[in-house]
């Protein structure tokens, strides 16, 4: 449904790497950048945008599509080894469905970011 996202961030350079970090198990890198700006995405294509500003954007919930379940649980090591605080580790949440499996961290800027694959496990 969304084409890309952006906000606001108060540490720049300490988002970019926290976001390069705890994406890189999805797949995600950066796909564009220009002064003060940088695009996450996969394939070139800039999905997820980071701009300098003070004040941050009000924390906000990013959920990241995972191809399976070994990529939540890479991105939620990779996330709180780059320093976010761990909110909700791997597993299945069935109240939203069966098959839904994710993991949560809160990023530098207090943004609840997620993994989560629909997918069952073969």
């Known amino acids: ?12 350079e300490s988002s970019r790497k926290f976001y390069l970090a ?7 890198g950066v796909a564009m950048e220009m002064s003060g700006h940088v695009g996450f995405g996969r ?11 003070d004040p941050p954007a009000s924390p906000l919930h990013l959920a990241f599509r ?9 991105f939620h090591a990779a996330a ?3 320093g976010a605080r761990d909110n ?5 949440r069935p109240h939203y469905h069966p098959n839904y499996y ?15 694959c629909h997918r069952p496990e073969p």
């Open 80 to 82: 709180l080894k780059a």
């Open 102 to 116: 994710g993991a949560f961290a809160i990023d530098p800027d207090g943004h609840n970011i997620e993994a989560v």
């Open 88 to 92: 909700g580790a791997p597993g299945l």
């Open 43 to 53: 394939d070139g294509r800039p999905q997820l945008w980071l701009t300098q500003g």
């Open 66 to 74: 995972a191809r399976n379940r070994a990529e939540v649980d890479a």
């Open 1 to 12: 449904m969304l084409d890309h996202i952006g906000f606001t961030v108060k540490d720049f």
């Open 22 to 28: 705890a994406l890189a198990p999805l797949g995600v």
